[in-house]
C-alpha cells in the first residue's frame, strides 16, 4: 500500500532538548511538507521541499530543521530554540510542487514536551 | 496575499440532517486551485476534491457536493443525509497555480454528528 507513514504517533520530551519526527513516503512524490496544527486551529507551514537536497522556509521556520537527502524520507527535527514545540506535527507530499497537485498526508505526530 | 476563512467554527446536527460547510477565499490570481479536506478525530487529513478556477461546475460524489462560485468567492460543501462518520473537522484550503506555492487552509469546521 502506498502512503505516508510518521513515526511515533506520540512522543514526549523534556525541555531543551532536540527531537526528531520521521516522515517516509512510497508514493514516489517530488514534494513534501511539514505542518503545524495547535489545538482549534488551521495548518501552518513549517518547511517544503520540491526536490531532493533542496528546501524552503515556509511561515512558520523558526526554530526547526529539516533535510531531504533522499526522495522517500523528509525528517523534522524540532530543536530546543523553539519556543513552544508541544503540537501535533503533520507530515505531506504531492506529485509535484504546482499548486494543482493536491497534497497527501500522514497520520501525525503528536508531541509534548514538558 | 492569500486569504481563506471558514467562517463557521463548529456546527452540531442530527443524523440524516443536511449540512453545509462554508468557504469564502480571497487571492488576486485568475488560476487557483481550491480543496478540501478532512480530519477524523485519528488526526490523518483526507483529501476530498480539488477546483480549479476555471471549472465552476458543481460536483457531487455520493452524499457530498461542492457548490464553487466565483462571483462571490465561495467554495461551499454540503453533504445529504449526514451520518456519524462524518463527524470531523473540514478544512477548505487554496493554492496559486505558481510552482513552489504554498497551501493556505482556513481555519476549519468542527462537525458533529449525533445519533
Known amino acids: 500500500d502506498g502512503g505516508i507513514t510518521q513515526s511515533p504517533k506520540y512522543l514526549f520530551r523534556k525541555e531543551g532538548q532536540n527531537v526528531t519526527l520521521s516522515c517516509e513516503q512510497n508514493l514516489n512524490h517530488d514534494a513534501m511538507y511539514w505542518y503545524r496544527q495547535d489545538p482549534g486551529q488551521g495548518l501552518r507551514l513549517i518547511y517544503y521541499?520540491?526536490?531532493?537536497?533542496?528546501?524552503q522556509k515556509g511561515d512558520i521556520a523558526e526554530g526547526y530543521s529539516v533535510s531531504r537527502e533522499k526522495k522517500e524520507s523528509f525528517p523534522l527535527t524540532v530543536t530546543s530554540a523553539q519556543k513552544n514545540p508541544t503540537a501535533f506535527y503533520l507530515c505531506?507530499?504531492?506529485?509535484?510542487?504546482?499548486?494543482?497537485?493536491?497534497?497527501?498526508f500522514g497520520p501525525g505526530t503528536r508531541l509534548t514536551v514538558t | 496575499a492569500q486569504k481563506v476563512t471558514q467562517a463557521q467554527t463548529e456546527i452540531s446536527v442530527v443524523e440524516k440532517e443536511d449540512v453545509t460547510l462554508d468557504c469564502v477565499y480571497e487571492?488576486?490570481?485568475?488560476?487557483?486551485?481550491l480543496f478540501w479536506y478532512k480530519q477524523p478525530p485519528s488526526g490523518e487529513l483526507v483529501f476530498l476534491i480539488r477546483r480549479n478556477s476555471f471549472d465552476e461546475q458543481n460536483e457531487i460524489s455520493g452524499r457530498y457536493s461542492w457548490n464553487f462560485q466565483k462571483s462571490t468567492s465561495s467554495f461551499n460543501f454540503t453533504i445529504t443525509a449526514s451520518q456519524v462518520v462524518d463527524s470531523a473537522v473540514y478544512f477548505c484550503?487554496?493554492?496559486?497555480?505558481?510552482?513552489?506555492?504554498?497551501?493556505?487552509f482556513g481555519e476549519g469546521t468542527q462537525l458533529t454528528v449525533n445519533p
Open positions: 521541499s520540491q526536490i531532493v537536497n533542496d528546501f
Open positions: 484550503a487554496l493554492n496559486r497555480e505558481t510552482s513552489g506555492s504554498r497551501l493556505t
Open positions: 487571492t488576486r490570481d485568475t488560476t487557483y486551485y
Open positions: 505531506a507530499s504531492s506529485g509535484g510542487a504546482g499548486g494543482g497537485y493536491e497534497q497527501y
